[in-house]
């Protein structure tokens, strides 16, 4: 689901093996499940929003 009069929102706080993009979303806590931390720029936060 898109959230709305956002380009794109980074969270935390839901284990995921890598990052995970779902509509303008963008998940990144990857250290519980895979034992590394994702440092991501904001460019690749655009890049997985525009082909996630």
Known sequence: MRIENVDAVVMGHVGCDYITTGANQVWIDTVMRSGR???IDS???FEEVEHG
């Open 37 to 39: 931390l994702t440092v």
């Open 43 to 45: 460019g690749r936060v």
